[in-house]
């Protein structure tokens, strides 16, 4: 009977998730995949195989009051069934954070769950999320290993001076400090690079993760060397809802001259700021792109801008550029975006072909750019799901 693992990417509103079987090579074969969506309101699972061919779907009415343990419940069921001949020996997760110490994917238990929830309060929308997935699918299969695997642990490769804030030091000893996210996505997209385009992988690139949340990430010869989120992933760019980086004493001034509240601020800084405060009418960027609203446009000036100018400063903690590589639901999919970034960073030497780049083509910089302009598609899933092949196979 062969193997087969499920890796799961639990946020919020929604979970992302991947079925694989292992093959004989011992590696993992993606069987389907889905999305469980709005979480808390409405929610929905898809679950579909690569060819697109709907497997299984579910529709809940309005209001129902699902939490995760129930719809994990649902879906683990089903994979369980699918799987069929292969035996679900373990299941993976996304976690947004490990902290300072956790820098590798760990095997679950009772007192790595402890420290990861302490691990809650610097990733407060993120990390219960991920952990209540962990505790229910405990729940439902208790016997079956679960692979905690940190959004933070690509970054630790990073030279200190780049995880330092100029706070006094024992802010630092405490925690304070800058630890970056999307790392499994970086991960997946620099072991994807060394296979497609060597040398460039070997260089000085510049990852762009452009989705509802967004980053860009250094890296040199595929290790993350500077990254724009920092203590928590409201830093950097701007995004979907969370501003990204601001003036410290903007905050001070909310709370001070305004008397907002905490949870106001939180509020205002993780929901209601990026595309939709700029815009004022959506966090979603196809639909500003169709808008014409002038408010639209500002929104998309600011986004383009903001992430050529962090792009900038990347480059000089690289000490230069030799590619940039889109990555997630906008640079794997908005042509017009990726132009109006790269056309900021033409100084760089970067120079677009407008056929490939609307075509979406695994290259779109002109054959005499200086800079190598690719799109990647991420998959965090399978990442998740090799790391915990990886951890099972080095257990056994
Ligand atoms: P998440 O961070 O939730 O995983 P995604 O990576 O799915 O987010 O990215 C979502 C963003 O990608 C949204 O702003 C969406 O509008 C944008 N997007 C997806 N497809 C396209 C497209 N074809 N053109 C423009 N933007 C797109």
């Known amino acids: 009977m062969t193997r087969g693992i499920v890796a799961l990417n639990a946020g919020s ?138 959004d933070t642990a690509f970054h630790a490769t990073r030279p200190e001076v780049a995880t330092r804030f100029a706070l006094p030091r024992r802010f630092h000893e405490q925690g304070i400090r800058r630890y970056g996210f999307h790392g499994l996505s970086y991960e997946y997209v620099a072991r994807h690079l060394a296979v497609i385009d060597p040398v460039l992988a070997g260089g ?81 960027m196809r639909t500003l792109e169709q808008s014409g609203a002038p408010e639209a ?14 792009a900038g400063g990347l480059v000089s903690s690289l000490g230069g550029l030799d590619g940039i590589v889109f990555t997630a639901g906008i640079g794997e999919n908005d042509a017009a975006m990726r132009a109006r970034i790269c056309k900021g960073m033409a100084w760089a030497g970067i120079a677009i072909d407008a056929d490939a780049n609307a075509a979406n083509a695994d290259v779109i910089s002109t054959p005499d750019s200086r800079v190598t302009v690719r799109v990647v598609p991420t998959d965090e899933e399978r990442m998740i799901a090799l790391h915990t092949l990886a951890l099972l196979e080095r257990g056994a």
Not at 122 to 129: E, G, R, T, V
Not at 221 to 227: E, Q, R, Y
Not at 256 to 274: D, I, N, T
């Open 13 to 150: 509103s929604s979970i992302k998730f991947g079925a694989y079987r292992i093959d004989s090579d011992g590696s993992p074969v993606h069987v389907a995949g889905g999305k469980i969506e709005k979480i808390g309101l409405s929610p929905s699972l898809l679950v579909r195989t690569d060819g697109g061919d709907v497997l299984l779907e579910r529709q809940w009415p309005d209001g129902a009051n699902l939490e995760h343990e129930q719809l994990l419940g649902e879906f683990i069921e089903w994979a369980i069934g699918h799987l069929g001949e292969h035996r679900l020996v373990a299941v993976g997760h996304r976690v947004v954070h490990g902290g300072a110490r956790f820098i590798e994917p760990m095997l679950v238990d009772d007192a790595l769950l402890g420290e990861l929830g302490r691990l809650s309060a610097l990733a407060p929308l993120h990390q219960p999320h991920n952990l209540a997935a962990i505790r229910a699918i405990a729940r439902i299969l208790p016997d079956i290993p679960q692979v905690a695997c940190f």
């Open 204 to 284: 000085r690139v510049i990852v762009a993760h452009l989705g509802n949340g967004a980053s860009l990430c250094a890296m040199h010869c595929g290790k993350s060397v500077d990254t724009t989120m920092g203590f928590t992933a409201l830093d950097g760019l701007m995004m979907g809802t969370r501003s990204g980086s601001l003036d410290p004493g903007v905050v001070l001034h909310l709370i001070r001259q305004m008397g907002m509240r905490a949870e106001e601020v939180e509020a205002l800084l993780y929901h209601q700021s990026g595309l939709l405060g700029v815009s004022g009418l959506s966090s979603d």
């Open 297 to 310: 446009e500002d929104a998309m000036v600011l986004f383009a801008w903001r992430a050529a100018r962090e």
